[in-house]
């Protein structure tokens, strides 16, 4: 038992009682299998669904009675072959927990106070239009989330880079992939996966990297073991400073050090180079090599490998060399190969760099492109990937793949989007960390946050609570309260999932549609709906003409036909019909594409080679020279561990949802995992308080003593509202992701009671 004190028997049978017969139906590999309910519930329609949690996305049979949710069960014809997770199943149950968000509140002689539609939006709009005319358009900002649908972030952009003409639009997705992002943009020219889950079923090995799979992504860990059983002498290589669950299932575990991955990818390079596995024709037709800015050669790579030895690397990373000649030569002499990695792997100083190196592993073995060899970041929430980093909701980005410093990019959105060329600021807004130093600073004026809660999901949290205090503050949850409810000057109560609907995208690049099933509790409205009122209210209604997530949807695939994130014949008609599609898919009667880059497979590819990596000018991917950096937060004498935190399988988030289950009340997550010779150093008992303290703050939690975990690094998840952990954790960011590095604190611990 990991990530509560119930047991997993425990659990079950508690489910068993209380939410109508759960049955747990699949084997238990380490992720508690799937599961269903007992069809003993009356259902007057039956509709195809996706699940609101993470980016595994999927599908799922949503049972309406009465106007009410009254079942799901998973989709025995989408991806997941009719399996969920547990909070897949408890998707029927969120929309009925308690602190729904039910009216518009406005903070009135320090209180939020209710309030009609009318009365905040109007506030809204004044204070909004306040700021622009006396600061200009960089006063105001967007802070919104993976979480909203795609046509909700696509408005959203719109209304600020072209209306208001701000580019200070960002949101969480930079606090989990953008380093991911960012990897693949450097090295293929475009973002997102080009590989896809069918791959899973044809790797004989996976290289998982900064991903406990089994907790995180448990139904995409269903499929690797289904792999794993089907085919036992597939391997599966972990690299995780935890013994994860998904750690506990792989024939290879390397305890990596924190923030060491850059050192240790570089020595398996060395190995590949050593070895003879290089991919001669992959080298000479389709790569390039660059260090930064400048050009460099495969010799350049093979001189700089020479470097990290594995004998060098093994006391960097913490690991044996004879343990990396091994699972190099198993990555390299593979029939296929997927590396498989999330947040471990970006949320670093170096995850770009880090992201760089996994794509170069596969580049220059040859393991890609072909079924079952890729390289393939999962997405951690339900629409990261189509929603914000596809739409450019991000403050460097526009649409598709565009920056807003390419003045051809800038000029092609204004044709698109039907404003005066030059309304698009040249000028990229705020990431999502310098936004809120920005509010701390006083420069933003006026901060709309939807759907996301960063008071708790930032990095020295307290630092940028104090922030938003200074910041006339638009909160629109879903939930109230929250830990950012509480510094709104105007709360907006949010529609959520099926009560509005829109469509999602899911690691694999597949488009799926949620519909509109019910109707939102109270007066809660579409985050869509809350935009176009904005847009309007500003003066903006010219621009903003589409008004319901189909015709926004439409809007938006006609503008990714200028584009290699060609999707135009993804409609509605055939959203509402297929169990999703993976994008490019540029005509109507497109299947959709599995294998980007791939000639004959991806329709944007052009040419009879093995690849065209047409996001490149000169068709080739490019291949990084990195070199290893110093930790951004070093241990001292002062600070002898490092903190990494994370997730536990059942918990969402910052628990505005799940934490409302009673199903799951007893699944804490206020706890720290130390290995025990650092319990007995320190003084530490299991089960007792141990105050956590960095640089930047302090957290106090339970001590879990437990060898699953690297001695010198301790590990909590960053879940719970009242521990807060992340008052403690590194806002240093990436520079070129800003993604910051939350794996990388360097912290002490001490009994809570001999603190001072
Ligand atoms: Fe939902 Fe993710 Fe579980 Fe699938 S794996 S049911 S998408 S939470």
Same mark, same amino acid.
């Given at each position: 038992?990991?990530?509560?004190?119930?047991?997993?028997?425990?659990?079950?049978?508690?489910?068993?009682?209380?939410?109508?017969?759960?049955?747990?139906?699949?084997?238990?590999?380490?992720?508690?299998?799937?599961?269903?309910?007992?069809?003993?519930?009356?259902?007057?329609?039956?509709?195809?669904?996706?699940?609101?949690?993470?980016?595994?996305?999927?599908?799922?049979?949503?049972?309406?009675?009465?106007?009410?949710?009254?079942?799901?069960?998973?989709?025995?014809?989408?991806?997941?072959?009719?399996?969920?997770?547990?909070?897949?199943?408890?998707?029927?149950?969120?929309?009925?927990?308690?602190?729904?968000?039910?009216?518009?509140?406005?903070?009135?002689?320090?209180?939020?106070?209710?309030?009609?539609?009318?009365?905040?939006?109007?506030?809204?709009?004044?204070?909004?239009?306040?700021?622009?005319?006396?600061?200009?358009?960089?006063?105001?900002?967007?802070?919104?989330?993976?979480?909203?649908?795609?046509?909700?972030?696509?408005?959203?952009?719109?209304?600020?880079?072209?209306?208001?003409?701000?580019?200070?639009?960002?949101?969480?997705?930079?606090?989990?992939?953008?380093?991911?992002?960012?990897?693949?943009?450097?090295?293929?020219?475009?973002?997102?996966?080009?590989?896809?889950?069918?791959?899973?079923?044809?790797?004989?090995?996976?290289?998982?990297?900064?991903?406990?799979?089994?907790?995180?992504?448990?139904?995409?860990?269903?499929?690797?073991?289904?792999?794993?059983?089907?085919?036992?002498?597939?391997?599966?290589?972990?690299?995780?400073?935890?013994?994860?669950?998904?750690?506990?299932?792989?024939?290879?575990?390397?305890?990596?050090?924190?923030?060491?991955?850059?050192?240790?990818?570089?020595?398996?390079?060395?190995?590949?180079?050593?070895?003879?596995?290089?991919?001669?024709?992959?080298?000479?037709?389709?790569?390039?090599?660059?260090?930064?800015?400048?050009?460099?050669?495969?010799?350049?790579?093979?001189?700089?490998?020479?470097?990290?030895?594995?004998?060098?690397?093994?006391?960097?990373?913490?690991?044996?060399?004879?343990?990396?000649?091994?699972?190099?030569?198993?990555?390299?002499?593979?029939?296929?190969?997927?590396?498989?990695?999330?947040?471990?792997?970006?949320?670093?100083?170096?995850?770009?760099?880090?992201?760089?190196?996994?794509?170069?592993?596969?580049?220059?073995?040859?393991?890609?492109?072909?079924?079952?060899?890729?390289?393939?970041?999962?997405?951690?929430?339900?629409?990261?990937?189509?929603?914000?980093?596809?739409?450019?909701?991000?403050?460097?980005?526009?649409?598709?793949?565009?920056?807003?410093?390419?003045?051809?990019?800038?000029?092609?959105?204004?044709?698109?989007?039907?404003?005066?060329?030059?309304?698009?600021?040249?000028?990229?807004?705020?990431?999502?960390?310098?936004?809120?130093?920005?509010?701390?600073?006083?420069?933003?004026?006026?901060?709309?946050?939807?759907?996301?809660?960063?008071?708790?999901?930032?990095?020295?949290?307290?630092?940028?609570?104090?922030?938003?205090?200074?910041?006339?503050?638009?909160?629109?949850?879903?939930?109230?309260?929250?830990?950012?409810?509480?510094?709104?000057?105007?709360?907006?109560?949010?529609?959520?999932?099926?009560?509005?609907?829109?469509?999602?995208?899911?690691?694999?690049?597949?488009?799926?549609?949620?519909? $509109? %099933?019910?109707?939102?509790?109270?007066?809660?409205?579409?985050? *869509?709906?809350?935009?176009?009122?904005? @847009?309007? +209210?500003? !003066?903006?209604?010219?621009?903003?003409?589409?008004?319901?997530?189909?015709?926004?949807?439409?809007?938006?695939?006609?503008?990714?036909?200028?584009?290699?994130?060609?999707?135009?014949?993804?409609?509605?008609?055939?959203?509402?019909?297929?169990?999703?599609?993976?994008?490019?898919?540029?005509?109507?009667?497109?299947?959709?594409?599995?294998?980007?880059?791939?000639?004959?497979?991806?329709?944007?590819?052009?040419?009879?080679?093995?690849?065209?990596?047409?996001?490149?000018?000169?068709?080739?991917?490019?291949?990084?020279?990195?070199?290893?950096?110093?930790?951004?937060?070093?241990?001292?004498?002062?600070?002898?561990?490092?903190?990494?935190?994370?997730?536990?399988?059942?918990?969402?988030?910052?628990?505005?949802?799940?934490? $409302? %289950?009673?199903?799951?009340?007893?699944?804490?997550?206020?706890? *720290?995992?130390?290995?025990?010779?650092? @319990?007995? +150093?320190? !003084?530490?008992?299991?089960?007792?308080?141990?105050?956590?303290?960095?640089?930047?703050?302090?957290?106090?939690?339970?001590?879990?003593?437990?060898?699953?975990?690297?001695?010198?690094?301790?590990?909590?998840?960053?879940?719970?509202?009242?521990?807060?952990?992340?008052?403690?954790?590194?806002?240093?960011?990436?520079?070129?992701?800003?993604?910051?590095?939350?794996?990388?604190?360097?912290?002490?611990?001490?009994?809570?009671?001999?603190?001072?």
């Amino acid at each position: 038992m990991e990530s509560g004190k119930l047991t997993r028997r425990e659990l079950l049978q508690r489910l068993s009682a209380l939410a109508g017969g759960l049955i747990l139906t699949g084997p238990i590999s380490g992720c508690e299998g799937f599961w269903q309910r007992e069809p003993a519930i009356p259902v007057d329609s039956w509709h195809k669904g996706v699940c609101r949690f993470c980016g595994t996305g999927c599908g799922i049979m949503i049972g309406v009675r009465d106007g009410k949710v009254v079942d799901v069960k998973g989709d025995e014809y989408a991806h997941n072959r009719g399996r969920i997770c547990i909070k897949g199943i408890l998707n029927r149950e969120i929309l009925y927990v308690r602190d729904r968000a039910l009216y518009p509140m406005i903070r009135r002689n320090g209180r939020l106070e209710r309030a009609s539609w009318d009365e905040a939006m109007s506030l809204v709009a004044e204070r909004f239009r306040e700021a622009i005319d006396r600061y200009g358009p960089d006063s105001v900002a967007f802070y919104g989330s993976g979480q909203l649908f795609t046509e909700e972030s696509y408005t959203a952009n719109k209304l600020f880079k072209a209306g208001i003409g701000t580019n200070n639009v960002d949101g969480n997705p930079r606090l989990c992939m953008a380093s991911a992002a960012a990897g693949y943009i450097s090295v293929f020219g475009k973002d997102e996966p080009m590989g896809c889950y069918e791959d899973i079923d044809h790797a004989t090995c996976f290289f998982i990297t900064g991903s406990n799979t089994a907790d995180c992504h448990p139904i995409v860990w269903e499929r690797i073991m289904d792999r794993k059983r089907s085919r036992p002498e597939t391997v599966i290589i972990v690299v995780d400073p935890r013994r994860t669950r998904t750690a506990r299932h792989a024939d290879y575990h390397l305890a990596i050090r924190p923030g060491t991955d850059v050192a240790l990818y570089n020595a398996m390079i060395y190995e590949f180079i050593r070895n003879g596995f290089i991919d001669q024709d992959m080298v000479e037709n389709y790569l390039t090599f660059r260090e930064g800015d400048a050009e460099r050669t495969f010799e350049d790579l093979k001189r700089h490998v020479a470097q990290y030895t594995p004998e060098r690397v093994a006391p960097v990373c913490g690991v044996d060399a004879r343990q990396i000649e091994e699972v190099a030569y198993l990555f390299a002499a593979s029939e296929a190969t997927m590396s498989i990695w999330t947040m471990g792997l970006n949320q670093q100083a170096q995850g770009t760099a880090a992201n760089r190196l996994i794509n170069a592993m596969h580049l220059l073995t040859g393991h890609i492109g072909r079924p079952g060899a890729t390289p393939f970041s999962l997405t951690g929430q339900p629409n990261a990937g189509g929603g914000v980093r596809d739409t450019g909701a991000l403050a460097h980005a526009l649409p598709n793949g565009r920056v807003v410093t390419n003045p051809q990019h800038r000029a092609e959105m204004e044709d698109l989007w039907g404003v005066p060329r030059g309304r698009i600021s040249p000028k990229p807004g705020y990431h999502a960390v310098a936004m809120f130093e920005a509010m701390a600073r006083g420069d933003l004026k006026c901060v709309l946050i939807m759907g996301t809660n960063p008071a708790q999901s930032l990095p020295h949290a307290e630092r940028y609570r104090e922030a938003m205090q200074r910041t006339f503050l638009v909160v629109a949850d879903a939930i109230y309260p929250t830990e950012t409810a509480q510094f709104a000057d105007v709360f907006l109560p949010s529609a959520m999932w099926v009560e509005k609907g829109g469509v999602f995208s899911q690691s694999e690049r597949r488009y799926h549609l949620v519909p $509109k %099933l019910v109707d939102p509790p109270g007066e809660a409205r579409s985050d *869509l709906e809350i935009l176009v009122e904005l @847009a309007d +209210r500003l !003066g903006y209604g010219d621009l903003i003409k589409a008004r319901t997530p189909e015709e926004v949807w439409d809007e938006w695939r006609q503008i990714s036909a200028h584009s290699p994130y060609n999707f135009a014949g993804i409609t509605y008609e055939r959203l509402k019909k297929e169990r999703g599609i993976l994008w490019p898919a540029p005509t109507e009667d497109h299947p959709g594409t599995c294998r980007r880059y791939v000639p004959g497979e991806d329709p944007m590819a052009k040419g009879t080679g093995r690849f065209d990596f047409y996001g490149r000018p000169d068709g080739r991917a490019v291949v990084y020279l990195e070199h290893q950096q110093p930790s951004s937060d070093p241990r001292s004498d002062e600070y002898p561990l490092t903190l990494v935190t994370g997730r536990v399988y059942e918990h969402w988030h910052t628990l505005t949802i799940t934490g $409302k %289950l009673e199903e799951l009340e007893d699944i804490t997550t206020d706890f *720290l995992v130390v290995h025990p010779r650092d @319990a007995h +150093r320190y !003084g530490i008992r299991d089960g007792a308080p141990v105050l956590v303290e960095s640089r930047r703050g302090r957290a106090v939690l339970k001590a879990r003593v437990s060898t699953d975990i690297t001695p010198g690094i301790v590990f909590a998840p960053f879940h719970s509202p009242e521990a807060l952990v992340n008052r403690v954790v590194n806002n240093t960011v990436d520079p070129i992701s800003k993604e910051p590095a939350f794996k990388e604190s360097a912290v002490r611990i001490q009994p809570a009671s001999s603190a001072a």
